[in-house]
DNA sequence: TCATACGTAAACACTC
DNA sequence: AGAGTGTTTACGTATG
């Protein structure tokens, strides 16, 4: 077995939407980025996902292709992007160790690619969003993969199966099925399912070391038991937590062709996630919720969180 | 110690 | 037939 030399931090509580005990354990008051990302990170992986233009990013696949001296740092790209809608993302790096971000000097980069501190699924997330349609074959997946990370250009093989596992096993990833027409080789297109994209968002950047998870809270739809948020003296301040169960809410299947992969749709729960950063506090709903912009006013978010709310919601598909 | 997430390997069936 | 794809199972490691 391949030894992974990357400590990478746990998926975020929307990957366990069953334990919410747990979830609310991940509730950090302090920004905790991880320590075991390379300072050579650059600071945005948010960037893809939140690209709303659509418009397939033309510098990320440069023409001549990231080197093996890019390593980790070619995901340089990945922070040039002006997209971010949910800005405002201040700048961040409030931690010693994110003071530089610059590229480290050449005499200092590894030799050799190391391997990125992404999960598959991050990858894979990362790899969809980047396709002009958000939706793309195995096979597409691998060469994106190869051509962002030189890593896996020399990586046994062995690591192809892990991405057909995770697109397999993953209820963040859903299959479509080719038009029988439009087939073109071997297998199905692959897209990311809108409800985790938040999720996956929100590990992404979790494992780049820069989003920092404030607060997770759990709210009560239950119209008979009224949020406690709705409390005026209940703020978003740190360990401020609410747990409810979300009876009333019926989340939409439209979407997801396969609705049996939906883990909110027996848990109960519905886990709402504040990001903090600075004076900005952000919200990511699990997605396709019903909620509308009322239910979010309730948390009593600043002005700012809100908008970013509206934007995840829109991102999400809720009405609003 | 346990649960969970993740990575990896492997087997198997299916499709092209 | 062979390669690629998709699914499933099993096991090991890391982490909280």
Known sequence: MENNTHTLPSLSPLHSPTNPSKALSLSPSLPQPSAT?????????????????????????????????????????????????????????????????????????????????????????????????????????????????????????????SVRHNLSLSKSFRRI?????????????????????????????????????????????????????????????????ELVAMESVELEEEACEEPEKDPLADSGYIEFHYYQCQQYQYLVLPGDTELDLETVEILQLDAEAQEAAGSLLDLAGGNH
């Not at 948010?46 to 990231?66: A, E, R, V, Y």
């Not at 005499?107 to 992404?118: E, G, L, V």
């Not at 692959?190 to 996956?200: G, M, Q, S, T």
């Not at 949020?227 to 937590?241: G, K, N, R, T, V």
Request: include cysteine; hydrophobic fraction near 30%.
């Open 177 to 241: 099925h080719r038009d029988k027409s439009q087939s073109v080789g071997k297998g199905s297109l692959w897209c990311v399912c809108p409800e985790f994209r938040p999720a996956l968002l929100e590990l992404e950047a979790a494992e780049y070391g820069q989003t920092v998870i404030m607060d997770t809270t759990e709210i009560s739809l239950d119209s008979n038991n009224p949020p406690l948020s709705s409390d005026p003296s209940c703020s978003l301040i740190p360990d401020h937590e």
């Open 37 to 161: 990302v390379p300072a050579s990170l650059p600071l945005s992986p948010l960037s893809p996902i939140l690209n709303s233009s659509g418009g397939h990013n033309q510098h990320c696949l440069s023409p001549s292709g990231p080197t093996d001296q890019d390593d980790l740092t070619c995901l340089n790209w990945l922070h040039q992007r002006n997209l971010l809608p949910l800005q405002p993302i201040p700048k961040i790096p409030t931690l010693p160790q994110l003071e530089s971000l610059d590229p480290l000097p050449i005499q200092n980069q590894p030799p050799s690619p190391a391997k990125p501190p992404f999960s598959f699924s991050s990858l894979i997330f990362m790899a969809i969003e980047d396709s002009p349609d958000k939706r793309l074959p195995v096979k597409g997946i691998y060469e994106w993969i190869v051509n962002n990370f030189p890593y896996y250009r020399t990586a046994p093989s062995g690591w192809r199966n």
